[in-house]
């Protein structure tokens, strides 16, 4: 029986290679999206989340508007400079047929854990605040909730936002630390794993040989995000893999290699955002999650490569 997921995303390159895996993917069942600020601003990466389920017949499945700001800090600077003003590479797609549902995202996953307990998996692959404020409306869905895998953090690997956070909780930190006590089934898939799954231009231009409109949008608004890979890392035309390594999680978790402990994260000082692995049990205690610290590369991309060739 497929997974039943709702991806909870701020569409953004990274995420739109993940969203149509998903899609294409016979191992989940995509019950709705949920947009938030992250990549680029809350109107746009919920405009982008329709777009995503329309380009390949799919929107039928809901995409409820989330949160346009953290829960704490005022709102900083956005992942436009990565993703594009845009979130889609600065390509300006047309405008999508559908809306976003009345309801907030917060209340969508509400209404999705009393729906089906204990079937439905969270991926957020942006910052959590949708999910912090969803756990603040009904503590309860801890309990019915069957996994949260997240994309986000770093224990044992530089961050990408400062020198000690990944981007997607240093947008929220205090969102994150609500995500990571509320004692649900946890996974997190940080930069520990995603950077070492590359996505070369050759992998690309087999992707490419794809004549589908999942692969023709990929190509279309990977360039920007290339050019950022290329300033800050120097990887010439290479990318990371982020979003579509928790997807990949989702449908095949062997494909990882998890240890369980105590993750805290940092709201205040110069690591603010951090993702703190707790391995010696120091701290207070708080439910172990699983985090990801290694991963079989080779077969994340191929089974990327599958799907969105398909």
Not at 84 to 106: I, R, W
């Amino acid at each position: 029986m497929a997974k039943k997921i709702i991806i909870d995303t701020d569409p953004g390159v990274d995420d739109t290679i993940a969203i149509l895996t998903a899609l294409r993917s016979p191992e989940v069942e995509v019950i709705g999206l949920t947009s938030v600020f992250g990549n680029a601003p809350g109107e746009v990466t919920a405009q982008n989340a329709l777009r995503l389920v329309e380009l390949e017949g799919h929107g039928n499945i809901p995409v409820a508007r989330g949160s346009d700001v953290p829960l704490v800090f005022p709102l900083e600077k956005l992942g436009t400079w990565v993703h594009g003003e845009d979130g889609m590479g600065n390509t300006h797609p047309p405008a999508p047929q559908g809306q976003p549902l009345d309801q907030s995202a917060a209340e969508f996953i509400v209404e999705m854990a009393h729906a089906y307990p204990g079937e439905v998996t969270l991926v957020p692959v942006g910052p959590l605040t949708n999910l912090a404020l969803a756990l603040r409306l009904d503590p309860g869905i801890a309990g019915l909730i069957k996994e949260v895998v997240v994309m986000g953090g770093v224990v044992a690997h530089p961050g990408n936002m400062t020198p000690v956070a990944e981007a997607n909780i240093y947008h929220d930190p205090h969102a994150a630390d609500i995500v990571m006590a509320a004692g649900w089934p946890l996974v997190l898939v940080g930069l520990d794993v995603t950077h070492k799954t590359i996505i070369t231009p050759e992998f690309q231009q087999m992707l490419f040989k794809a004549d589908n409109p999942a692969v023709r949008f990929i190509e279309k608004i990977l360039p920007c995000y290339q050019k950022f890979f290329a300033d800050m890392y120097g990887l010439n035309g290479a990318i990371y893999t982020h979003d579509p390594s928790a997807i990949s999680y989702v449908i095949d978790a062997d494909l990882f290699t998890t240890e369980e402990v105590a993750v805290f994260v940092e709201t205040e000082g110069r690591c603010v955002g951090q993702t703190v692995a707790d391995w010696n049990h120091q701290w207070e205690e708080r439910t172990p999650v699983k985090v990801c610290l290694d991963v079989k590369s080779e077969d994340v991309l191929a089974l990327l490569k599958e799907r969105l060739t398909a």
